[in-house]
């Protein structure tokens, strides 16, 4: 039983997504409680198999057709790991959305929702190429109807935005993916990656260009993240939590997947980290000059991407344990920021940085949980932004190459900037505005997810050990893809 | 000429591609850079059929005398096509909608003069 388990992560969100509209003709509610039931399900069967893919990846061939020439999930630790983020961050974002989702169709949005989840867990999951190409066309085909669920001016511009690129994006992976099977008439990705070294290496190069484009255009990867901005900052709140936490970093977890064990390609990771340190620059510069709050969050959450593909591109295993706990603590952080501002926004009805001026005292606890969170994306301790980022910078000073070092210096002043729009913010929240308000908190229903993630981020912060062991065999699971094809191919 | 009799198919699938792409970034108007959009589905999809096609080759339908292998075409392209054609429906489809709706909220499809949006 428990080695089919893996099966199930995909099949039960897969298929209440599409019961929601079904059970929505019986008992309208019924739509915003499936997504919560669903999402606690995936995340008790992730922890469960946490504890077991940690000792040996668990390979489950669907139709029992055994790889190379059937489709197989790979539930390694990687795997397992980011599914049971996409199910803890969905879980508590759809507990949010029960209360945050008022208007609209809401079946369909709830339908969406689970949907992207699924799309995202199947990347992580699966061992195919293209059943990662359909995976990721679920998470942003979802995406693109969730950005414009509002129905607003911005929503529908940036929407079609994002479509014309997000489709243009999936053409080219869909391209390299089509040279791959050529040259190698197989899909399995550890298949492929058994054989890469046999052909020569210039034929190989078109399609890995072709595909970390395609897989660029979702991971924000500058100057592929014009999209970003727009999308993430005209979502309804909740979808901009999940866009921001939970979509690009399935992306950068493609990118990482592809390079690491498909190519296993040590040449272009030097070309990866600059790219990285530019994105990471371009993302904290943009948000510095914002006064629209979720723009500003969303360029940070550029920033942050920027960050963990050039800790990605280290490569060494402090590097990718760096770059994996960063996006866990990018995902909490991001998440939380986003869930707090969709509640200030619906309270002063205005996007601007300056409408927010008093919020301090009007809703103290929203604004705390804001606090806590932009403190642990600059990276102050106790939360989890400062182990993550101190790891980051430790993996970079190892390597002892003078353009690692000269690079993590650049990612230093990012976070200075970082942390100086950050504070300014902070700043308006409590020390701006008239002194004696009233009290208008958000609801309990809301602050009980924002405090859960503001937990996670104290604990995480003060015991990184928690979470480092997992981390650690995660990344030595991306960097050892002769373990990966091992135990693939048998 | 040979070089073009053996390479005919990915001539025009590239072409197609190039095709789409020009028009994705050239053409102000939002229903044709949908229509880009589709073309560039099209080459696409085509490339991947001649990635497994075999001159007059069959479908392969083993149970059937009188065929060997040999000359049957590869079958797993077709399935990749024929699951990229269901999700360039889908995107085709969700884009036209969003197109009705830009069109409603600001009277143009020229997507030169919606700017609202900025860096």
């Not at chain 1, 077991?52 to 790979?74: A, D, M, Q, Y």
């Not at chain 1, 508590?92 to 949005?109: C, H, N, Q, W």
């Not at chain 1, 929702?113 to 990347?123: D, E």
């Not at chain 1, 920033?303 to 990718?320: D, K, M, N, P, W």
Request: hydrophobic share 55%; with cysteine.
């Amino acid at each position: 039983m428990v080695d089919r388990m893996p099966v199930l992560l995909i099949a039960v969100p897969l298929g209440l997504a599409f019961a929601i509209p079904l059970f929505a003709l019986f008992w309208k509610p019924a739509a915003k409680y499936i997504p919560p039931v669903a999402l606690g399900f995936n995340l008790v069967v992730s922890l469960l198999l946490l504890a077991k893919v940690l000792e040996n990846p668990l390979i489950v061939s669907i139709g029992g057709w055994r790889p190379p020439f059937g489709i197989n999930l790979v539930a390694g630790p990687v795997g397992v790991l980011f599914s049971a983020i996409i199910a803890l961050v969905g879980l508590l974002v759809s507990v949010y959305a029960l209360d945050y989702i008022k208007e609209g169709a809401t079946e369909k949005y709830h339908t969406l929702y689970l949907l992207l989840l699924t799309g995202a867990t199947g990347v992580v999951l699966t061992g195919d190429i293209f059943n990662l190409f359909v995976f990721f066309e679920i998470l942003c085909i979802s995406s693109y109807a969730l950005v414009a669920y509002l129905r607003n001016k911005a929503g529908i511009e940036s929407a079609v935005k994002y479509l014309i690129q997000g489709a243009v994006g999936s053409s080219l992976l869909l391209i390299g993916i089509g040279l791959l099977y050529g040259l190698f008439g197989t899909l399995n990705m550890a298949d492929i990656a058994q054989n890469i070294k046999s052909v020569s290496p210039i034929s190989v190069f078109v399609p890995m260009v072709l595909i970390i484009t395609g897989l660029g255009v979702e991971a924000a990867i500058f100057p592929l993240n014009a999209w970003l901005p727009d999308a993430h900052s005209s979502a309804p709140s909740s979808i901009s939590a999940i866009l921001s936490g939970i979509a690009i970093e399935v992306g950068l977890y493609a990118v990482a997947r592809v390079i690491f064990t498909i190519f296993g390609a040590q040449s272009i990771l030097p070309f990866l980290a600059l790219l990285g340190i530019l994105t990471l620059l371009v993302g904290e510069m943009c948000a510095f000059s914002q006064n629209n709050i979720k723009r500003m969050l969303a360029y940070s959450s550029i920033g942050q991407i920027g960050l963990i593909l050039f800790a990605l591109a280290i490569a060494t295993s402090y590097g990718v344990t760096g770059g994996l706990f960063q996006m866990v603590s990018h995902t909490l952080s991001k998440a939380l920021l986003f869930l707090t501002v969709g509640y200030m926004i619906y309270q002063t009805g205005s996007l601007q940085i300056s409408a927010l001026e008093g919020m301090g005292k009007k809703m103290p606890l929203t604004c705390l949980a804001f606090t806590i969170g932009a403190f642990s994306l600059v990276g102050l301790p106790p939360f989890i932004g400062f182990p993550s980022k101190l790891l980051v910078v430790r993996a970079a000073l190892a390597t002892k190459e003078t353009y690692f070092c000269v690079l993590i210096g650049l990612a230093l002043l990012g976070t200075v900037i970082e942390g100086a729009y950050f504070f300014r913010v902070v700043q308006v929240l409590y020390f701006r505005g008239e002194n004696n308000p009233g009290r208008e908190e958000a609801p309990v229903a809301v602050l009980i997810p924002m405090f859960i993630f503001v937990a996670l981020i104290i604990v995480i912060g003060v015991y990184p050990k928690l979470v480092t062991d997992v981390l650690n065999s995660a990344a030595s699971e991306l960097l050892n893809r002769l373990d990966y094809i091992r135990s693939v191919l048998g | 000429m040979s070089f073009l009799n053996s390479y005919i198919y990915y001539v025009g699938a590239f072409g197609l591609i190039l095709i789409g792409l020009y028009i994705i970034l050239v053409k102000h108007n939002l229903i044709k850079v949908i229509i880009g959009l589709g073309i560039l589905d099209t080459g696409v999809n085509l490339f991947l059929i001649c990635v497994g096609y075999v001159a007059k080759g069959t479908a392969p339908i083993f149970s059937r005398p009188g065929t060997d292998s040999e000359h049957m075409v590869d079958p797993v392209p077709q399935a990749l096509v024929l699951t990229a054609i269901v999700i360039g429906v889908a995107v085709l489809a969700l884009a036209l909608s969003l197109a009705i709706r830009l069109y409603q909220h600001y009277g143009t499809l020229n997507l030169r003069k919606i700017r609202e949006q900025k860096w």
